[in-house]
């Protein structure tokens, strides 16, 4: 390019030219607004003259015309937007349409008759079009619908591990995709297998789904057949349940009274099961709160091993493990313990399977091992064995790192977190790093951030400080006063060892890395030995590891 | 103490994740997004409208991003423009449209926005005598002018934000520094040592 023509910027100093910055509040004024503006079909310019509104009327009466006079049936045009409801509305997508819950978020494309759709939070009914095909991503399943009626539920949740109590690793999300056909035919698929919906079933899939044969416990015909039933008939009273809604709504719709009133939808998302796993943040929860208090009452342990059996069947695992435990609070059940188990098991919560599977009479602890293996729970090893050495002998580090990708992805950064931590324990990855340290940025992290950070390279991490203090984490504020909240390690191995802090490969010995004040776990990985040790580091100061593993090779 | 978009303003790039959360509809990626781009799209409405009231900067710096992020679902990263370019795109038309309009308000060239140092004086005048000048250039040679001397945008780029033919774009451009040019001359603001 010649750009010297006039070099006005050479003879003038054009930043002389100030720019005073945004007024506060810009991004929240524009969210608002963007917020009210969704989907992007609806929205109307903000001053319209009049031959214009005009113009738009006599198009539509031709047009309205045209398709009554000679039958012209036009494919709806293309189109795409964005929903975050902040109260129930409706999207029409010409001939399929969707009645979208309060909170729901969705975005939409229209491509021809196929129209694609990414659901990440909410429920919201489905309406599809004989002619249209609707595919559905809804996290952890894809759905697929065609002359149907549908109700998806996606509902997520990070706080599992303030709400339950549960260990870190099975902290991670619980993220549950449910879905209800009323009509038509439907096709789901979740990690690799795909069913079909009958009109009036429902199904849930989870992280890991099961097909509803699965989900027995024991694993007995007896069993399978009592939980097909159960699910049916809870398929059945959803349906009858959304019946009566509708009814109760077209009824309200068409009195008078009502007319031009603020008819309040039912809100779906608040039921108990979804406040215990959102610890009762949502305000709709505290009806269910009291619910703790009473607690203490003398409890009906068959009643809150009903609920539970209900909550499993419903793919409500995390809630289901609490009733379990509640009852088992009441009474002791060996009935209830192997449910317990299993539902442990299904969420993932390595602690809690621990203590029920030992809580099992010796001669069939080997079956429910067998169960909870297939959820990635070994509980036949000895549970005084190293984290690590667990992880090394089972983990995949590329498929920690594509669910660590789906969740963060996905608005999950926990999770994600989680997921990468997992990976760069199987294998170290210098991007993975990068991935972890986003994570935990995004999930406001600041520890763990701080530790990633120190991992970077140091060419690009003037970049990564721009990253993390979008959300809200200053690593440059720090820098003045990381005397008094970092220190040193130093640590020397012979022969030479890799190095892994706090679950995370650091490196090779010899190393120095820079850590937050406080203890961590340093573990020295000396061919296929692992010895871990702690470490204390204090602000400011250096501290020396040097470990001599000659002969124990 | 504010910071203030100086003669090169660009923003951080977003990174990828934080777009294809707010193509879908993130509410935090939308606010991430308007966070990493508000100086900059607001620097070249507050340049295009030199000597507008500034409620109006904001205004159309806020319909900017709403107009962003309505589109966003349909922004391809991979496309021709980046998302900086596609955004300073909308920002212009809607600040030339804004031009444009009969009822503008009385041209103002903003006052010092506060007290300087005797050291800073000189930079003061010539940035007021710069916004002056900026000031009556027309519409387009003064858009031409400020994509390519703030924004760093390629001839190229101010072709297509601008849909002129190159050409137009480099004899636009030399129009505009020429004009400015007399303009500080006349000023009588010194030049650079």
Known sequence: ??????????????????????????????????????????????????????????????????????????APADGSGVVAATGPRTLDLGRSSATIDSGAQLTWSRRGATIDVSQSRGGAVWRVGEEDTLVIDATVASIEAKGASLRVEVSMNRSDVRAMG?????????????????????KATSNGQTVNIQPGAAMTFGDKPVPPEQLSVGGSDEDRRRIAELEREVAKLRFELLNRQADDQARDAKDPKKIGKDTKPVDNTCDEVTCVLNNYDDPCCAKFKKSKVVADAPCDANALAKKGDDYLQNGMDIAALVD?????????????????LFAACRSKSVAKARVHYKALPSTITSNYAQICLRYGIQLDTDDTETDATKATATCDADALKTK?????????????????????????????VKKAFLASCRSKNEAKARLYFTKLPHNLSSNFVQICKRFGIDLDEQAPVTKATTGWL???????????????????????????????????????????????????????????????? | ????????????????????????????????????????VHALVWRLLVGRARHRVEDLVQETFVRVLRALPSFDPKGPATLQTWMLTIATRLALNELRRK????LVVEPPARERTDAGAERQRLGAAIAAGVAA??????????LREYHELDYVEIASVLELDLGTVKSRLARARGALREHLVAAGVGVRS
């Not at chain 1, 549960?166 to 439907?186: D, K």
């Not at chain 1, 379990?324 to 313990?337: H, I, Y």
């Not at chain 2, 250039?137 to 400020?146: G, S, Y």
Request: some cysteine; overall charge negative; aromatic content about 6%.
């Open chain 1, 1 to 74: 390019m010649n750009d010297t023509e006039d070099n006005l910027d050479a003879d003038y100093d054009l930043s002389a030219w100030e720019v005073p910055p945004p007024a506060a509040g810009l991004a929240d004024a524009v969210v608002r607004r963007a917020r009210d503006a969704v989907p992007q079909s609806v929205v109307t310019p903000r001053s319209l003259k009049p031959w214009v509104v005009g113009a738009v009327a006599l198009a539509a009466l031709v047009a309205v015309l045209a398709i009554a006079l000679w039958g012209i049936e036009r």
């Open chain 1, 166 to 186: 549960v260990g870190s690793a099975a902290a991670a999300v619980v993220s549950l995709v449910t879905v209800i056909v009323y009509e038509g035919h439907v």
């Open chain 1, 324 to 340: 379990f435990e509640k009852s088992l609070a009441c009474k002791a059940d060996l009935a209830v313990t192997k449910k317990a």
């Open chain 1, 404 to 432: 660590g990708n789906d969740y963060l992805n996905n608005g999950m950064d926990h999770a994600a977190l989680a997921q990468f931590e997992k990976s760069l324990h199987c294998k170290y990855d210098s991007e993975l």
């Open chain 1, 490 to 553: 130093q640590i020397k191995a012979d022969p030479a060892a890799k190095i892994e802090i706090d679950g995370v490969r650091a490196g090779d010995t010899p190393l120095r890395t820079q850590l937050p004040v406080g203890k961590h776990k340093v573990t020295f990985i000396v061919g296929t030995n692992k010895y871990s040790y702690t470490v204390n580091i204090k602000a400011g100061e250096a501290t020396m590891m040097a470990k001599d593993f000659t002969g124990l090779e």
């Open chain 2, 1 to 40: 103490m504010p910071v203030v978009a100086t003669a090169r303003t660009t923003a951080d790039q977003l990174d990828e994740l934080t777009l294809r959360r707010a193509q879908r509809g993130d509410e935090r990626a939308w606010r991430d997004l308007v966070a990493c781009y508000q100086n900059v």
């Open chain 2, 103 to 106: 009822e503008l308000e009385a």
């Open chain 2, 137 to 146: 250039l027309p519409d387009t040679q003064r858009a031409v002018f400020v």
